[in-house]
């Protein structure tokens, strides 16, 4: 009996439990590529400066570069820019997948609060990121449902993460019982495998028999249970890697960007979408550090930004080139904003008020700027419909874009997203 | 008043909340009821019960993670014990305060007209307020019994930590420690070893793990997990670069520049490549070693017996060769090449213009300053806010879970000295901050210059370098409100800690003066507790839940209020010198760990009775089943199998460590900063590669030695089959020896061993049916049928090698240590 075999006879006899949440439904031996839409999520580490991207305040009191620039816009466009970093190509390249969110109110001035608001919509612990519920909710049975480079990943056991940062010896894992070390430029023909696949699928049987036994045990404490499943569920999907040995670039993209900044933002995204590619990835979470500029904040940001930049362009480049980027949403956001005024050390301090970038192609609720700050950035509040600013009207918070994702993945309504509410009122950004 | 056990069950669904039917605490659920208030609950509830559901809970369960003996608002009138466990004590406390303070139990947390220390808690229309409005309104008029109501009972779960706990068994001494000793000492005890272990001497047994290169390999691994300095060892953030150059310490390049002139040098190629790896090697060593410094001196102050508060107080740092030459201490090394050879010393003139550098610990040290950088406006606030987390398990941070006043977040008028919003952090991580003065914000000894007072300018007349750590740009220039002479700013609260201001006369020792208010601190313990409990446990202890409308919100208020109870009793007795065996005095590590080891936490493996839902999430974090790290399962296979998983052409590379080391959850330090607890998909792929290629050469290398000379098969011959009674006989009991070596004795079921033994025929009969080569290596690559492809790496040029197996045997013992080395008792603990 092959192994996939093996693994649908189980799924038929129902030994195939799945992770609590899911009903246990049997997973792997039925599975299909995921090909629905891909979701990552970008966060800016440390607290970005908006009013120098998206949310521009020609102050020179708020920003330097006002002294003699001005706020930049696009013909056609709503959406405005600061004179800084790259921010000139990024918009003038991307305006038209942008929908800019300003004047969102974060409530903290703390980094862990921040973040944990920002991306889970909620300043309590607990509410797992928006791609972990993404994941949960649109790839439960993916063994890759969630990829992970840092920052907020809480999955309050609903997923599991996979931090995948350096794949120079993912192939080996992707087929484990490939020998992969020969030369592949000399002549020497090694043995291909170091078992025999009929034994390989004996031994797999074995060890899959043997944790039915270990889970059938009648005295499992919690944990024991937890952590049997979370085997159970890992070996399950080590059967569906395969895809990605064909999507994984066999070069990786250089770590250096084109400003010869380490940016490793680019492999994060590459290596993220070879794993959208395969099917087997929902949603991915990128990071870049640097935004924390409590001191000589142009110059430190401006790097940072850039890097961002530099990133975020590579990551709809190479969306187009595998053809998926129609399907790519991304979510830009940061702990919180910076301080509408320099520090006497020439940098800035955190401010509560800060903006998100939802980006997709070909939508028709891109294109637009949704909020609104006032001239020294504070968040003013809006008509939850209408959109124009409005005394009585909704202050937008964190919560309001994670709602915003949850729509737009079309899992408002579904059980996880359900166990972890947000309370966010309507906003009609779509 | 006594809160006392009330009949419970899921089963048993209702009960009745009015009759006194055992003892311990009664827990609503607040996803069975709708509301919060007696009013439209529609269930009685006596004042006890109410208290114990809705007031601890959800409402003062939060005031007393600050409102607590030594908590941030320890100095206030109201003072709580942060545990479920003094519900009376609590009750009484809240009695005693509304009697003295009428109304602020409701006005302080609501702002109502008052300023709370804390911000607003809940608003005049939360559920919250309702809670504590009718709290007060059963102090006036108390509810003591629901006989005469006609109202429904109010529903409920029992998740008092003692009584969950209970519900878990422990495991046997004997299995305690074969699992201590794999983690602490990578060692697998023998049999006689362990057939000597009762609860009675397990705790010495275990103390007695704690030496060797392998315990201090977890102890250091453990540190490095909270202070994350290895971030230093590598070359992309080298710790060489940290210490900013000659400038501040002369002698940083005096072992590698004449290595570097070498390589310029050198007149050949093969003299320059050696040169390269000299400088390469040098540098590398260095590097490492100044990023494990401060887990060093962790380890040293642990394994010689000093109490552990030396961590802080030492008056030393720790060297070896390497970090000898950068800090010029003065030491010699019998080996200047030997990077295991640490000592005590001090930089007495190795600093810049010779400065005798203060040492006090961790605090002091290079790379813990470096780790932790400030800024201008930081002003050392992110080294106060680690320091408080690592050492006093304090997260300043963690204060930061409520919506802030938003005027008070745009404050621009020195908000975290004059808003009270903002103090209820800067008020303790200020002075603290304050007491790092004299580190600039790379971490140098007093790297600024400045105006300093003289006999004839007392206000400020002589400009004088390395007096202090101020900035100039953006605060000294200004001269207001600096005055010559300082060394702090102004317009921040003053050094110190708590509420004692650093003395005027240790200025130069602020953080030696600050090290020893810490550890003289009640929290130091507690903070020591939780700086280990990852190590230990894998997991942080359990945040106290932040909303009560969550559906878990009592059961994740259990699994608090159950770490809560252990980590309050291993740091009681830490600090009392009752730990462990209870006979190395106050503050020792090695006490406090055994303690942690045969807790519960560390030792439940199995449930007593079946649990209901809550009462499974409340204890999903205890006992067994945590995931090896890296490191650990790397320790853990040597000590199994007598190697780790090296590289099939390089012997010396670890494969887990190196080539996987990310994929199985490991750490850089830097980026990545936190362990995959969890098991994922990737990760057992890990599991999957190394069984499929360490086993050949691992069966091999064993059947080529005698018998007695066998690590795993001391009891199977190459000629025992499965066709002779006494090859059935032999292949059972070398299968049973394996269970017991590689899962554990437990493990070694007349199931398992007839599981292990069916694989062993099964995989053998395949091999006989299809007629399988009894070449141990062969490639059918040229019949393009990869399917029979046995890679193994066979000694060709020894005529004794075992190169053949006509027996059909060593293949399948390959298949069965695949099975067994990938098992769930291997990876996890």
């Given amino acids: ?170 192939k080996k894992l992707v087929f484990p019982n490939q020998f992969l070390d020969y030369d592949t430029e000399g002549s020497w023909d090694p043995a291909k495998q170091y078992h025999r696949s009929a034994a390989v699928d004996l031994i797999q049987q074995a060890k899959m028999d043997r944790l039915t036994r270990l889970r059938a045990q009648s005295q499992l404490t919690p944990k024991q249970m937890s952590s049997l499943s979370d085997l159970f569920n890992a070996r399950v999907g080590a059967d569906q890697l395969a895809p990605l040995a064909q999507t994984m670039p066999a070069e990786l993209v250089s770590n250096i960007d084109s400003d010869g900044e380490w940016n490793p933002l680019m492999r994060q995204g590459q290596i993220a979408l070879a794993a959208y590619e395969a099917g087997l990835c929902v949603a991915a979470d990128l990071s870049m550090w640097g935004f924390d500029t409590h001191a000589n904040h142009d110059a430190e940001q401006t790097t940072s930004l850039q890097r961002l930049q530099n990133g975020i362009d590579y990551l709809w480049q190479e969306a187009a080139r595998r053809g998926i980027d129609d399907r790519l949403v991304v979510l830009i956001s940061s702990d919180f904003g910076r301080t509408p005024s320099y520090n006497d050390g020439n940098g800035k301090d955190h401010w509560p008020i800060s903006s998100a970038i939802i980006m997709a192609k070909d939508q028709r609720w891109t294109n637009k700027v949704v909020g609104a700050t006032s001239s020294q950035h504070e968040a003013l509040s809006i008509h939850p419909t209408s959109l124009a600013l409005d005394e009585n009207g909704i202050r937008l918070q964190p919560k309001h874009i994670q709602q915003a994702m949850r729509q737009l993945a079309g899992i408002e309504e579904h059980e996880i997203s359900l166990k972890f509410p947000l309370d966010a009122e309507y906003i009609r950004f779509f | 008043m006594v809160f006392r056990l009330a009949s419970y069950g899921l089963i048993l669904g209702l009960l009745c909340a009015c009759s006194d039917t055992g003892s311990g605490v009664i827990v609503t659920n607040p996803s069975e009821t709708q509301d919060d208030t007696r009013s439209t609950s529609g269930a009685c509830e006596i004042d006890t019960d109410f208290f114990a559901n809705r007031v601890w809970p959800r409402v003062l369960s939060q005031c007393a993670s600050c409102h607590n003996a030594g908590g941030l608002a320890g100095e206030s009138a109201f003072i709580l014990q942060n545990t479920q466990a003094a519900l009376d004590d609590n009750f009484s406390a809240a009695l005693s305060f509304n009697n003295a303070y009428p109304g602020l139990l409701l006005d302080k947390p609501s702002e109502e007209n008052i300023e709370h220390g804390g911000g607003t808690i809940f608003h005049i229309n939360d559920d919250n307020y309702a809670i504590m409005s009718e709290l007060l309104a059963r102090f006036e008029e108390p509810i003591d019994s629901c006989e005469q109501s006609d109202e429904p009972a109010a529903q409920a779960s029992s998740l008092d930590a003692r009584s969950l706990i209970d519900k878990l068994t422990l495991a046997s001494p004997a299995h305690t420690f074969r699992e201590a000793s794999l983690l602490l000492a990578g060692q697998l005890p023998s049999a006689a070893e362990t057939a000597a272990i009762s609860e009675s001497n397990l705790k010495s047994a275990i103390r007695n793990l704690m030496v060797g290169d392998s315990f201090e390999a977890f102890l250091m691994e453990a540190a490095n997990d909270q202070l994350l300095t290895m971030k230093w060892a590598g070359s992309r953030t080298p710790g060489l670069s940290a210490l900013n150059g000659e400038y501040f310490y002369p002698q940083v390049s005096s072992r590698i520049a004449p290595l570097e002139a070498a390589v310029e040098t050198a007149n050949t190629e093969e003299v320059r490549a050696i040169a390269q790896q000299a400088v390469w090697d040098a540098y590398s060593n260095t590097n490492l070693a100044l990023a494990q410094e401060p887990l060093r001196l962790i380890s040293h102050v642990v394994t010689q017996e000093h109490p552990y508060s030396e961590v802080l107080t030492a008056n030393y740092m720790l060297v070896n060769p390497y970090t000898n030459d950068v800090f010029d201490t003065g030491l010699s090394f019998s080996d200047p090449q030997d990077p295991n050879d640490w000592k005590e010393a001090q930089i007495s003139s190795g600093y810049r213009n010779g400065r005798d550098l203060p040492h006090s610990g961790i605090l002091t040290s290079p790379m813990y300053l470096a780790r932790y950088p400030s800024t201008d406006t930081n002003r050392n ?85 390395d007096l202090d750590a101020l900035p100039w740009t953006g605060y000294k220039e200004f001269f207001d409100p600096y005055v010559a002479g300082d060394l702090w700013y102004r317009d921040m609260r003053s050094p110190g800690f ?131 790290t890296p490191e650990q399962l790397n320790r853990k296979l040597l000590a199994l199998l007598g190697q780790y998983w090296s590289h099939v052409w390089d012997q010396e590379r670890n494969q887990l460590l190196e080539d996987f080391y990310g994929f199985y959850g490991g750490i850089d330090s830097d980026g990545v900063t936190d362990r995959n607890g969890q098991l994922n998909t990737l990760m057992s792929t890990v599991i999957e590669r190394f069984s499929s290629e360490m086993v050949c050469r691992l069966v091999i290398d064993e059947f080529e030695l005698n018998n007695s000379q066998r690590l795993l098969f001391g009891d199977a011959s190459i000629n025992d089959t499965p066709q002779t009674s006494s090859g059935v006989s032999n292949i059972k009991l070398a299968l049973t020896n394996l269970i017991i070596r590689l899962w554990g004795p437990d493990q070694a079921s007349a199931v398992e061993v007839e599981a292990a033994y069916n694989l062993f025929v099964v995989l053998r009969n395949e091999r006989l049916e299809n007629s399988a080569t009894a070449v141990l290596a062969t490639n059918e690559a040229q019949t393009n049928n990869d399917d029979n492809d046995e890679f193994c790496q066979l000694d060709w040029g020894n005529d004794s090698a075992l190169v053949e197996d006509s027996n059909q045997v060593l293949r399948p013992w390959m298949g069965v240590l695949m099975y067994l080395i990938s098992d769930y008792k291997v990876m996890y603990l």
Avoid at chain 1, 20 to 38: D, I, S, V
Avoid at chain 1, 102 to 129: F, K, M
Avoid at chain 2, 412 to 437: K, R, S, Y
Wanted: proline share 5%; with cysteine.
């Fill in chain 2, 381 to 465: 606030r992110a080294r106060s806010r680690w320091t408080y987390y690592f050492f006093l398990g304090v997260d300043i941070e963690g204060l930061a879970i409520r919506p802030m006043n938003g005027d008070s977040l745009m404050d621009v008028d020195n908000p975290t000295l004059n808003n009270p919003d903002c103090a209820v952090c800067h008020e303790i991580m200020d002075p603290v901050a304050g007491a790092f003065q004299n580190w600039g914000n790379d971490g140098q000894f007093r790297d600024q210059c400045g105006w300093f007072p003289d006999g004839n300018h007392p206000e400020g007349g002589e400009w004088l370098c």
């Fill in chain 1, 1 to 170: 009996m092959k192994r996939r075999d093996f693994l649908k006879t189980l799924a038929a006899t129902g030994l195939y439990a799945g992770h609590p949440w899911l009903g246990g439904q049997a997973h792997g031996a039925t599975l299909t590529p995921y090909r629905g839409n891909f979701f990552v999520s970008i966060s800016a580490d440390g607290g970005w400066d908006v009013t120098s991207l998206c949310d521009p305040k020609a102050d020179i009191n708020i920003n330097h570069w006002a002294t003699n620039q001005s706020i930049q816009t696009i013909e056609n466009s709503p959406i405005q820019y600061a004179p800084f970093a790259h921010n000139t190509q990024f918009f003038q390249d991307h305006h038209e997948k942008m929908l800019v969110i300003n004047g969102i109110d974060s409530q903290t001035n703390a980094h862990e609060a921040g973040v944990r608001h920002t991306w889970s919509g909620r300043l309590a612990h607990g509410y797992p990121s928006f791609s972990a519920i993404a994941a949960a909710a649109l790839g439960p049975n993916l063994p890759l449902a969630y990829i992970s480079n840092g920052g907020y990943k809480e999955t309050a056991g609903i997923t599991q993460y996979t931090l995948m940062q350096d794949p120079t010896s993912l």
């Fill in chain 2, 498 to 628: 708590n509420t004692t201001q650093l003395p005027a006369s240790q200025g130069s020792s602020s953080l030696a003066w600050l090290a020893q208010q810490m550890i003289e601190d009640a929290r130091f313990s507690e903070g020591t507790v939780r700086f280990w409990f990852k190590g230990l446990f894998a997991r942080e202890p359990v945040a106290l839940p932040g909303d009560a409308d969550d559906a878990q919100f009592a059961s994740q208020l259990a699994a608090y209020e159950i770490d809560t109870l252990y980590v309050n009793e291993f740091a009681s007795a830490f600090a009392n010198g009752s730990a462990g065996t209870a006979n190395h005095g106050a503050y020792n590590l090695k006490d406090l760990l055994v303690d942690m080891l045969v807790s519960p936490l560390f030792r439940a493996q199995s449930s007593q009775q079946n649990l209901n839902a809550d009462e499974q999430n409340a204890l999903v974090y205890t006992g067994t089943g945590r995931l090896l």
